[in-house]
């Protein structure tokens, strides 16, 4: 489900389609792995989104 902004979570991974600015989720929830993952963080809602890449 997709919030305008949620503050609550400080997210760094500009390549996933729901970061806003480089700090923030546009998620309203998030899922997190236990980290047993071939990503490298740990955030189970990551989307990669190839045009933020271009």
């Known amino acids: 489900m997709k919030n305008k902004i949620n503050k609550g979570i400080d997210c760094d991974v500009c390549a996933c389609k729901h970061n806003v600015r480089g700090c923030n989720c546009d998620l309203k929830n998030v899922r997190i ?4 993952t071939d990503s490298m963080h740990f955030c189970g809602s990551f989307e990669n989104d190839a045009q933020k890449n271009n």
Not at 33 to 36: F, Y
């Open 33 to 36: 792995t236990s980290g047993n």
